[in-house]
């Protein structure tokens, strides 16, 4: 069976050959807490998916080529009659993607380029327009994640070749791609950033650096994940329409050996920070560290000890709850973000919450997932296994969160 890799791993992850028999009928998954729902079977290898909780769509890139797309609508925690795959993207090999709600626009990586696609006509009920792009970004290459800043109109683009790549969106999306042909910015990031996220209060884009090494994807030691550290990005002064600050150093936060996720609760201005090889989140108070603020960058308000292969994390505000993958202990972490945030850190046990069995599914998908988006209006968690794994889980969050863990203890 493929392992699932992570970080800057993820860029190797594309020549990997799976060896995972796909069934025409894959049995749903019953375990503790989060109850796995069933599977949408893929094509091959995932990249980092992407949700559009307007359309109740989610896009699948696959690493060897095609955004492979899926209607939550049918695919969920109360409905599952609908996980299969309704349309394929034909782009190139694909690591990301990212969806601007407000545009109701789509963006996938396609080789070293990004596919613009109208979200309008290619999502999980209406296909007519997932046949081709409608335009496209060029970037330096080696991108492998996507985040979009709605308020500046700007697409941040995370690549492995020591750099962070900024579009501007605002004439590069389903209404108008006047813009996409654009030269895009280039922040430098040698420490190898490999997830994104935006604090949108602060305008500060937050960059998980697992260490990877640029100029040297053969290297033994820049694909190990090792990175320890988040850079702090200036958004107001370099994001779609404005340079300023691009050549600006980021500050950087020192955070657990494997940095490996980030997400940012936009109710408290807490930044969640993964590390993969500590196996512990950091907790930072994004109002003392952020772009123009940074006493507080120094070290986390709150470090969580969660488990070997801490990864993919998810804030479900309406269940105040932040959701922890842990790969190699193949556990489900929740976190309650109301005791524990980057002002109050009462909550913020040595242990999380509680930790149970990660959906699985048998002998179908070996590997545990290391990635996903949830959809908080359906209390579903939609996770893949980054380079191993050939379905989607479909995971039912909303009877094992901070706030009722009746569905905590016992199978479902």
């Avoid at 009920?125 to 290459?141: A, D, F, H, Q, V």
């Avoid at 700007?154 to 654009?182: E, H, Q």
């Avoid at 359906?378 to 794994?389: E, I, K, P, W």
Wanted: with cysteine; glycine share 10%; hydrophobic share 40%.
């Amino acid at each position: 069976m493929s392992k699932c890799l992570r970080g800057a791993k993820r860029a190797a992850a594309i020549a990997i050959s799976v060896t995972i028999a796909l069934s025409s009928t894959v049995p749903p998954a019953a375990i503790a807490g989060a109850s796995a729902l069933g599977a949408v079977p893929l094509s091959a290898n995932p990249g980092l998916p992407a949700i559009n909780v307007s359309t109740d769509t989610i896009y699948v890139p696959i690493q060897t080529g095609g955004v492979e797309v899926v209607n939550g609508a049918r695919c969920n925690a109360q409905v599952s009659d609908g996980c299969s795959v309704v349309a394929t993207i034909p782009t190139l090999e694909s690591l990301a993607a990212a969806v601007d709600a407000s545009t109701n626009t789509a963006y996938a990586m396609s080789g070293n380029d990004v596919w613009v696609i109208d979200g309008a006509r290619c999502n999980g009920t209406m296909t007519s327009g997932c046949s081709k792009e409608i335009g496209t970004i060029t970037t330096g290459g080696g991108v492998v994640a996507l985040a979009v800043d709605p308020l500046t109109r700007s697409l941040y683009m995370a690549s492995l070749n020591g750099a962070i790549f900024v579009a501007d969106v605002a004439k590069c999306n389903r209404l108008t791609t006047s813009g996409c042909s654009a030269p895009v910015k280039k922040i430098k990031n040698p420490g190898g950033p490999a997830a994104l996220a935006v604090d949108m209060k602060t305008d500060t884009v937050y960059a998980a650096n697992d260490g990877f090494c640029a100029g040297t994807t053969n290297s033994t030691d820049c694909e190990s994940g090792t990175g320890d550290t988040v850079s702090v990005i200036d958004g107001a002064r370099c994001n779609g329409s404005v340079s300023t600050g691009c050549r600006r150093k980021p500050a950087l936060i020192k955070v657990g050996e494997g940095a490996d996720w980030t997400e940012v609760d936009q109710a408290t201005g807490t930044l969640y920070i993964t590390s993969y090889l500590a196996g512990t989140v950091s907790v930072i108070d994004g109002a003392r560290c952020n772009a123009r603020v940074t006493s507080a960058c120094d070290r986390p308000s709150a470090v969580l000890n969660m488990g070997a292969g801490a990864g993919y994390v998810a804030l479900d505000s309406p269940l105040h709850t932040l959701f922890t993958l842990n790969t190699e202990s193949d556990t489900l972490a929740e976190t309650n973000v109301v005791t524990c945030n980057g002002k109050v850190t009462s909550g913020c046990a040595t242990k999380p919450l509680s930790q149970q069995a990660a959906p699985m599914l048998g002998a179908y998908a070996e590997p545990t997932p290391n990635a996903g988006v949830l959809d908080p209006q359906t209390a579903t968690l939609y996770v893949v296994c980054v380079g191993g794994g050939l379905f989607m889980n479909v995971v039912d969050v909303s009877r094992c969160s901070s706030v009722g863990t009746s569905g905590c203890s016992s199978s479902t």
